[in-house]
């Protein structure tokens, strides 16, 4: 009976040793792939020996750690285009960070294996060429690829889940597809060949609704204020000077002749 439970002990402790060194091989080569593919000027410590799921920088994993579901790398300085067949390899994949970087070329097309995208920042990198068909991924519900150089069309993007989006300040033309017209106007903002009706094509304001007054416009305001403080002093100085003259024991025509001088008379 002992000689079993020494076993079974035995079995337990092997299996929880395994459990904790267990990493998601497919998807640790896949990141190592990437990493090695790209330039990147801030040193990430993803090495074949650590753990991709306890050690790894911005990489996060599920429950058990059987799969990398999050990847957060902003401002890592990654230069160029995305290597193809390495991210798109992470199917489990659900949040994609990778903004503030210097990321160019078109938008990857092997993008379309990440069935399970929720959450997508690309803001403020290089990338160019034509907006992809976000329906492709019907479980996002956060897409900021602001700042950035995409050019073309808005596809029409119908995906229930979709709560934030961000599309701004890039060289994207045409009209905004009716079904993200629940979206505020904002968000297509600083595209200045895109329009928001059909009977137009009247460039979008360039910053949102509560932006605040550009400083050439509180300028333009200086003068005009200025000019009425400096009025409304002269006035104050006459008036004093009237009030004090005609106070004084002097004769009875001083004010009415000192009024005739300040007035040019």
């Given at each position: ?73 902003p ?7 995305i ?8 199917s ?40 992809p068909?976000l ?21 029409d ?16 033309t ?22 928001s ?17 550009s ?5 333009l ?21 009237l ?16 009024l ?6």
């Amino acid at each position: 009976m002992l000689k079993k439970m020494n076993s079974l002990f035995i079995f337990i402790l092997g299996a929880m040793f395994l459990s904790i060194q267990a990493d998601p091989v497919e998807d640790k080569q896949a990141l190592l792939d990437f990493i090695e593919h790209i330039h990147h000027s801030r040193s990430l410590n993803w090495n074949k020996e650590a753990s991709v799921c306890s050690s790894w920088i911005g990489v996060a994993c599920n429950s058990d750690k059987s799969r990398v579901v999050g990847l957060h790398l902003p401002g890592m300085g990654f230069r160029g285009p995305i290597p193809p067949n390495t991210l798109s390899r992470l199917s489990a994949l659900e949040v994609l960070s990778l903004r503030s970087n210097a990321i160019s070329g078109s938008f990857t097309s092997d993008f379309v294996e990440l069935k399970t995208l929720t959450t997508l920042y690309l803001q403020f990198n290089d990338l160019s060429g034509s907006l992809p068909d976000l329906s492709l991924w019907n479980n996002l519900t956060i897409v900021d690829l602001s700042n950035n150089s995409l050019s073309g069309e808005i596809p029409d993007i119908d995906i229930p889940s979709l709560q934030q989006l961000d599309l701004s300040n890039n060289d994207l033309t045409g009209i905004i597809p009716k079904s993200l017209g629940r979206f505020p106007i904002w968000v297509f903002s600083g595209n200045t060949n895109l329009s928001s009706t059909t009977n137009t094509l009247s460039p979008l304001p360039g910053q949102p609704p509560n932006a605040q007054p550009s400083k050439k416009a509180r300028k333009l305001g200086e003068p005009a204020l200025l000019g009425m403080i400096i009025g409304a002093c002269v006035l104050l100085c006459v008036l004093i000077s009237l009030l004090i003259i005609c106070r004084r024991p002097k004769r009875r025509n001083r004010p009415q002749e000192l009024l005739k001088v300040i007035m040019g008379g």
